[in-house]
């Protein structure tokens, strides 16, 4: 039972910090009143896709620590992207650190990079999981990098 109330944190500590995030960053949401790029998605995609990707995440790492793979290394690059990832609309929209937020995003995909050839090296699933975040944070160094051009 111990070991099933463990996994839940595990599981849902991604999404519930990007929740926290979220909250304290409402006020500071400038999404729709700058110069969109094209292929822009409408801003209620976004809690959408962080949450299935947050949720991603959190399986993953259940998985790598249900094998007993919870060593050092997994866990600091998994707690480090995430730490990485729960900044970067801090400096986007409370700080308004447009320019510097395109090279925070570039460190977590960098950060990402590591952490899927690592828990793929453990759990095949687990790295592939990752995936979608990954092309997520493409996606959205695209839309960091057109609104500091157009804005």
């Known amino acids: 039972m111990k070991e099933k109330i463990k996994n839940l944190g595990r599981l849902f500590f991604p999404l519930i910090l990007g929740g926290v995030v979220g909250i304290l960053i409402?006020?500071?949401?400038?999404?729709?009143?700058l110069k969109q790029p094209p292929f822009a998605p409408p801003s209620i995609l976004f809690p959408i896709v962080w949450t299935i990707?947050?949720?991603?995440?959190?399986?993953?790492?259940?998985?790598?620590?249900?094998?007993g793979k919870q060593n050092a290394d997994?866990?600091?690059?998994?707690?480090?992207q995430?730490?990485?990832?729960?900044?970067?609309p801090i400096f986007f929209f409370v700080l308004n650190w447009k320019l510097f937020?395109?090279?925070?995003?570039?460190?977590?995909?960098?950060?990402v990079l590591?952490?899927?050839?690592?828990f793929f090296k453990e759990n095949r699933v687990a790295g592939i999981l990752?995936?979608?975040?990954?092309?997520?944070?493409?996606?959205?160094?695209?839309?960091?990098i057109a609104i500091v051009i157009l804005n």
Do not use: C, H
């Open 82 to 88: 995430l730490f990485v990832n729960l900044f970067w």
């Open 114 to 118: 590591v952490m899927i050839r690592k």
């Open 101 to 111: 937020s395109i090279f925070w995003i570039i460190l977590l995909i960098l950060l």
């Open 26 to 33: 409402a006020n500071f949401m400038d999404y729709e009143t």
């Open 53 to 67: 990707l947050y949720l991603l995440m959190g399986v993953s790492y259940v998985i790598i620590t249900k094998q």
């Open 130 to 144: 990752q995936i979608p975040y990954l092309l997520w944070l493409f996606f959205a160094t695209y839309l960091n």
């Open 74 to 80: 997994l866990q600091m690059i998994y707690y480090l």
